[in-house]
């Protein structure tokens, strides 16, 4: 009964697969730990931003003028929303004449929009990786378990024999396969959608930061002569 179980383990129907199929379980590990990489990556990124923006965004409302607001520094996606508001005022305001209002007020929109946007596009580059890992992990699995299926019931044609024995370690070695694609495809898809809430929950913030400090220099225009 010990040697079953032993001849059952994990390790041992990767031992006993066929070459194929151990080819399949390789891939889908591989690509577990490529996904749980990302996750781990991206979530513990994601919450440094959030700690710092929640700290940015303190010191820059407590300050009271624009050389204030200069002062303040950071490198996560607020502060570069902010200074990229910052760079196109003092490129369009600062010693300069008959300010054109609205074409500053349209820039600022326009630049800030774009660094919103690129920050976003830059958190959310390897989740297309999690997406699909989580997508295809199943039916490349599911190939294996195929395949292994397929061993066993020639195994039991050639043998002419089908007692339990004979066909449970192919079918097993072929499940298997299936378990593993599952292993590999819940935590990416769990990550996927949930790394995706903190990145829609981000974006929507820069959104609101930016219509805030859009109104602020909006302001500040308009007592340019």
């Known amino acids: 009964m010990v040697k079953t179980a032993e001849a059952m383990s994990p390790w041992a129907l990767f031992l006993q697969a066929d070459l194929v199929v151990k080819a399949v379980m390789i ?19 994601l919450t440094r931003i959030g700690r710092e923006a929640d700290a940015f965004e303190q010191r820059f409302w407590k300050a ?7 002062a303040v520094k950071g490198q996560h ?12 005022w003092q490129a369009s305001v600062e010693g300069r004449h008959n300010v054109d209002r609205e074409g500053v007020r349209a820039r600022l929109t326009t630049v800030m929009a774009a660094s919103a946007e690129r920050s976003v596009s830059d958190l ?14 199943p039916f490349v699995g599911l190939f294996g378990t195929v395949w292994g299926i397929m061993r066993a019931f020639i195994a ?10 004979v066909v449970a370690p192919g079918i097993a070695e ?13 935590p990416a898809v769990i990550g996927y959608n949930r790394l995706l809430h903190r990145i829609v929950r981000l974006e929507d913030r820069l959104s ?18």
Do not use: Y
């Open 124 to 137: 959310s580059d390897r989740l297309n990786v999690l997406a699909t890992i989580g997508s295809v992990a």
């Open 64 to 70: 009271k003028s624009l050389d204030e607001l200069k």
């Open 174 to 186: 072929a499940l298997f396969a299936t378990a593993i694609g599952l292993f590999a495809a819940i």
């Open 27 to 45: 891939g889908l590990l591989l690509a577990s730990i490529w996904s749980w990489a990302i996750i781990l990556e991206r979530s513990r990124l």
């Open 77 to 88: 996606p607020v502060a570069d929303l902010f200074l990229a508001g910052m760079d196109e």
């Open 156 to 165: 039991i044609g050639a043998t002419q024999n089908t007692s339990l024995a």
């Open 208 to 225: 609101g930061f930016s219509s805030s400090f859009h109104a602020l220099m909006s302001r500040e225009l308009d007592g340019v002569s």
